[in-house]
């Protein structure tokens, strides 16, 4: 365990709740691993002090950080990478999707994969090395953990809601389309959030796959994403 990995995890441990409920047992939807029920805005708050105390902290060593967050046992400490990720671009510029791969080896369920894929890289990031992200997401998209498919979903949310570029539309089609025919929640979920993410800058077009795809879509994916067409609201 790194020395900066132990600081953290204390930090983790005096915010610690102490709930009878489900909620407290595990991430939700279960990841199996450790849950030490410490709220996300208190581990937002602790990412942004630890970032505030070690802003000399070199690339090497907030990666090596990372590192050993990510292969810790409970789900706070490595959904508190990805916070801290999400809050060092500097620390974002030197990862590229072979580590994230390795990353994704560790992370199980809705709450540990959204945490790292949902809105960490921005369109820029992503766009600015093409290439490389295409294959990756490519890649998780037929990838035999259930975990990296809804990762390849997750990952172009946000870039598809705040950039124009067509390259990550036809992406997020092409992926869509591969996965559409799955049925197990924590991928239809995700097929309905990406083909909303498209809606705003993408209407039409969403609007016609949806029309031409209604019975190989998911269910909730084609209600959902209908309701958003219609109203413009989630």
Not at 77 to 99: C, F, M, V, W
Request: with cysteine.
């Amino acid at each position: 365990m790194h020395l900066h990995h132990k600081v953290l995890l204390i930090g983790l441990e005096k915010h610690r709740r102490s709930r009878a409920h489900s909620q407290a047992n595990d991430s939700y939807l279960g990841s199996g691993h450790y849950y030490y029920d410490v709220s996300v805005p208190d581990r937002r708050k602790l990412a942004r002090a630890w970032l505030k105390e070690n802003k000399r902290i070199s690339v090497s060593e907030f990666l090596a950080v990372l590192e050993s967050l990510y292969h810790a046992r409970s789900h706070e400490e490595k959904t508190l990478a990805s916070i801290l990720l999400a809050y060092n671009r500097t620390g974002r510029r030197t990862i590229g999707p072979r580590q994230l791969n390795a990353w994704l080896d560790n992370l199980v369920g809705w709450a540990e994969i959204d945490s790292l894929c949902q809105s960490v890289f921005t369109a820029e990031e992503i766009l600015a090395n093409w290439n490389e992200w295409e294959q990756f997401i490519r890649a998780l998209a037929r990838d035999k953990n259930i975990n990296k498919r809804r990762a390849a979903l997750v990952f172009l949310t946000a870039p598809v809601r705040n950039s124009k570029d067509k390259r990550l539309v036809t992406l997020a089609f092409e992926t869509i389309e591969r996965l559409q025919a799955e049925r197990e929640i924590i991928i239809t979920r995700a097929v309905s959030w990406l083909l909303r993410s498209m809606v705003d800058r993408n209407k039409r077009a969403v609007g016609a796959y949806v029309s031409e795809n209604r019975l190989a879509l998911p269910a909730i994916a084609v209600r959902e994403t209908t309701r958003k067409l219609a109203t413009g609201r989630k």
